[in-house]
């Protein structure tokens, strides 16, 4: 994991704008000048919402305490850990922000450490936790060892800090609190309080009850919030709201302006209105959401039951099943349509109720819910939303359109001729070019998870085993995939990637040109031409490289494999049929055998007849 921004560290410059002072003098040293950080995430494949940071902390000596530069200390402290794709699937982007409790002597120690040890702790758990889960276990943690040290250092007598941390996951914003560092949402001109303040109030003010490292025991706050495209969220210590008046911060945030300038102003506004302690403002705008949101299908989607596969002719929650498209190991799939929409075909897939299996079920409806929403391509049959208050059972919806799998097709007396069955391949090496250039994976490419429409296009079905480098996977014991069509390196645990599915496309392609048969038998891959007399010579080539058992020696993507379809299929006598080699070239010893039995028989003959 990658160090963390933070107000006392200098990440790359091409990451973070950190501006010196006329002095030449690096924002980031301590105790001389407000610092800043100033952030932007652009999302790399819609894995998370965008959004832009900007952070600011002035200590009090700035607004001219009076203090020695070398005897102030700014005890609030302010890391942010943007994350790599993977980490930013998982586990999300953090800001957390701390402010040492006045009084204790390590009160600026506790606020760092707490900030750096809880980031570090945080991406450090298994990404199968939930981020509050995640989050507030992380903090338990750090508390108990801060509070130790306060116990047993005199240096650091009774150290403490307020803590916060914002965690946004996808669309979702996870707050993990302990003490008075604040956090408030501007949404539609409105500014609201996330939470309550863990202090006290006294005839002479308030105190913090709740700080990490401030007593045996730790209470953690913690809020969810469903972001909004436009949000803006400020993160701030008490040396800013208890000088601002709430209708203040209201107003400056909503005059809008960048993140980095609007912590600014607030800043400028305290010092104005006289506040005397550090101020630190953290402020986030939310951009561009996730088409759809893997955390929201996790809570809504996920939890739905798993009940009995229905039947055709059952109507599901307003939805008319009337046939069977597809029945395999894990799901049935179903055309139908929306009673209230009788004229929109639609497709409907049943996971399996498999008791050992559930939780990768519900899993792998959840990735394909997700995935689908990364997509966008005519080529993908991908899910539609369904509401919540409709769907009482595990499924999915899909827009159909008119169309039959391409395992019915292949269940036809007479195999597919060759100029129809090349066509059906172009397009469906189309629909999965459509997945793996977004860097996803189908792992599950079958002539029954093909939908050949009207005109040969293709559509690919049942994304539950699609894989995107760095989502969380099913449980590792579950091998992605039908077995006939898995690429070996898939048999021994790999993720998969591009050559994979040129496996299962190879496969997929020799059923489409055989007739329906696999290419494995007793001796290893059977040449097509035993299946398919007319087949060109070049055609099996093809299928031969497509299903290579090492991955090097296989094409690298299906787009090679289209490209050599194209290729030849415009060549000169490219429908040729391959020439079928004389049984003495093929199979010496059956040849001579067969003389050897034909010379006996003639010999026989001769000898009867005298």
């Not at 059923?511 to 007793?522: H, M």
């Not at 494999?561 to 080699?581: E, W, Y």
Request: aromatic share 6%; charged share 25%; proline share 7%.
């Amino acid at each position: 994991m990658a160090e963390p921004f933070s107000l006392d560290s200098l990440p790359a410059p091409d990451t973070v704008r950190m501006p010196d002072d006329p002095e030449g003098r690096p924002a980031s040293r301590r105790g001389m000048d407000c610092q800043e950080i100033d952030l932007q995430l652009r999302p790399e494949r819609g894995e998370c919402a965008a959004l832009e940071i900007g952070c600011v902390s002035c200590p009090a000596r700035v607004r001219g305490q009076g203090h020695n530069d070398e005897d102030y200390i700014n005890e609030d402290y302010v890391g942010v850990m943007l994350g790599n794709l993977a980490a930013r699937v998982a586990r999300g982007s953090v800001i957390a922000l701390a402010d040492g409790v006045s009084g204790s002597k390590g009160g600026r120690v506790a606020a760092e450490l707490s900030v750096r040890t809880f980031i570090d702790a945080y991406y450090g758990l298994p990404d199968t936790l939930q981020p509050g889960v995640a989050a507030a276990r992380a903090l338990g943690a750090i508390h108990g060892w801060l509070h130790q040290i306060g116990r047993v250092d005199p240096a650091l007598n009774q150290m403490a800090a307020s803590f916060a941390a914002l965690i946004v996951r996808r669309a979702t914003a996870y707050l993990v609190a302990a003490g008075d560092v604040r956090l408030y949402l501007l949404r539609d001109g409105q500014l609201t309080q996330l939470g309550d303040d863990d202090v006290i109030p006294v005839a002479f003010g308030s105190y913090v009850a709740h700080a990490v490292g401030m007593h045996p025991a730790l209470v953690t706050r913690i809020e969810t919030l469903e972001l909004r495209e436009g949000d803006r969220l400020l993160m701030c210590s008490d040396g800013l709201y208890r000088r601002v008046p709430m209708r203040e911060l209201q107003r400056v945030l909503a005059a809008g302006g960048s993140a980095l300038d609007t912590a600014r102003r607030l800043g400028a506004l305290a010092v104005t209105l006289g506040s005397q302690d550090d101020v630190t403002s953290a402020v986030l705008d939310v951009g561009d959401l996730p088409l759809l949101d893997v955390g929201y299908l996790e809570r809504v989607v996920g939890a739905l039951p798993i009940p009995a596969v229905p039947d055709a002719g059952n109507v599901v929650d307003g939805y008319l099943l009337k046939s069977v498209l597809s029945d395999g190991f894990y799901s049935r799939i179903f055309a139908g349509y929306d009673l209230a929409d009788p004229n929109t075909p639609l497709a409907l897939k049943f996971p399996k109720p498999r008791v050992s299996q559930d939780e990768n079920v519900r899993q792998s409806i959840v990735r394909e819910r997700w995935l689908a929403g990364k997509i966008g391509d005519e080529g993908v049959l991908a899910p539609m939303p369904v509401d919540a208050d409709r769907q009482t059972r595990l499924y999915v919806v899909m827009p159909l359109g008119a169309g039959v799998t391409l395992e019915k097709l292949l269940a036809a007396p007479q195999p597919i001729a060759l100029p129809r069955a090349l066509e059906i391949a172009r397009q469906l090496g189309h629909s999965i070019g459509a997945l793996n250039r977004r860097n996803i994976f189908h792992r599950d490419i079958k002539p029954e998870n093909v939908l050949v429409m009207q005109g040969d296009n293709t559509r690919l079905l049942d994304l539950g085993f699609g894989y995107m480098p760095g989502m969380q996977l099913p449980d590792a014991g579950t091998a992605p995939g039908s077995p006939a069509y898995m690429a070996p390196e898939l048999m021994k645990g790999e993720q998969g990637d591009a050559r994979s599915e040129v496996f299962a496309y190879g496969v997929t392609l020799y059923r489409l040109f055989s007739g329906g048969k696999l290419p494995y038998g007793f001796n290893g891959r059977v040449p097509l031409y035993q299946y398919r007399p007319d087949a060109p010579q070049w055609l099996d080539l093809v299928l031969e490289k497509a299903l290579q058992p090492d991955p090097a020696r296989r094409y690298q993507d299906v787009v090679e494999v289209c490209a050599d379809l194209d290729r030849f299929s415009k060549g000169r006598d490219a429908m040729a049929p391959a020439r079928r080699r004389p049984l003495l070239e093929s199979d010496p010893v059956l040849f001579w055998q067969l003389v050897a039995v034909l010379l006996l028989a003639l010999l026989l003959w001769a000898l009867m007849r005298h």
